[in-house]
T-cell receptor, first 113, second 112 residues
Framework: KQEVTQIPAALSVPEGENLVLNCSFT??????LQWFRQDPGKGLTSLLL?????REQTSGRLNASLDKSSGRSTLYIAASQPGDSATYLC????????????FGTGTLLAVQP | EAQVTQNPRYLITVTGKKLTVTCSQN?????MSWYRQDPGLGLRQIYY???????DKGDVPEGYKVSRKEKRNFPLILESPSPNQTSLYFC???????????FGPGTRLTVT
């Protein structure tokens, strides 16, 4: 069964700290992996998309890595700010007949001022 | 502005009363899909559409219908809503099914 897991479910850090969010997936036959941010009561905002052939992607203070062989991705946030507080979701697009996007249940991040 | 829009944003209805949630995108995307988000279960795909007139079931299609008569619109239809369809619904689109997905703001549906 194709599953995506995110640990921890919640994380609280002081402002300015660097942090890493984890995502693991059970099947390495993926097309791509996408990280999203979701604010309370809001939609999902795409942060980074990593294709299966790539090892990492960077956007500003965010860096996402992908290791297909171990079934893992990390989202690194540098110099965290209170405005980074949100739920971060990892989603994996698997190949095959379904081309289905499978989401993890997210990590709720709180950055304390 | 490139975006995915959904209407209504909030809806409270009663069991059995047919409803439609609209979704529209202005990015000329081929691929569109619907998800529902429930606590502890994450987002699950309801239906998707690879292109106009092409739709297929996702993981949780029971109780839902969709249509794709035009590229920009992908409405979600609940013919006879039930309380277990109370959820937060998201529409998404992408250039093709393997590209970056863009999500709408969500529709919070309550069925009593």
């Amino acid at each position: 069964k194709q599953e995506v897991t995110q640990i921890p479910a919640a994380l609280s850090v002081p402002e300015g700290e660097n942090l890493v969010l984890n995502c693991s997936f059970t099947d390495s036959a993926i097309y791509n992996l996408q990280w999203f941010r979701q604010d309370p009561g809001k939609g999902l905002t795409s942060l980074l998309l990593i294709q299966s052939s790539q090892r990492e992607q960077t956007s500003g203070r965010l860096n996402a890595s992908l290791d297909k062989s171990s079934g893992r991705s990390t989202l690194y946030i540098a110099a965290s700010q209170p405005g980074d507080s949100a739920t971060y979701l990892c989603a994996v697009l698997y190949g095959g007949a379904t081309n289905k996007l499978i989401f993890g249940t997210g990590t709720l991040l709180a950055v304390q001022p | 502005e490139a975006q995915v829009t959904q209407n209504p944003r909030y809806l409270i209805t009663v069991t059995g009363k047919k409803l439609t949630v609209t979704c529209s995108q202005n990015m000329n995307h081929e691929y569109m899909s619907w998800y529902r988000q429930d606590p502890g279960l994450g987002l699950r795909q309801i239906y998707y559409s690879m292109n106009v007139e092409v739709t297929d079931k996702g993981d949780v299609p029971e109780g839902y219908k969709v249509s794709r008569k035009e590229k920009r619109n992908f409405p979600l239809i609940l013919e006879s809503p039930s309380p277990n369809q109370t959820s937060l619904y998201f529409c998404a689109s992408s250039l093709a099914n393997r590209d970056e997905q863009y999500f709408g703001p969500g529709t919070r549906l309550t069925v009593t």
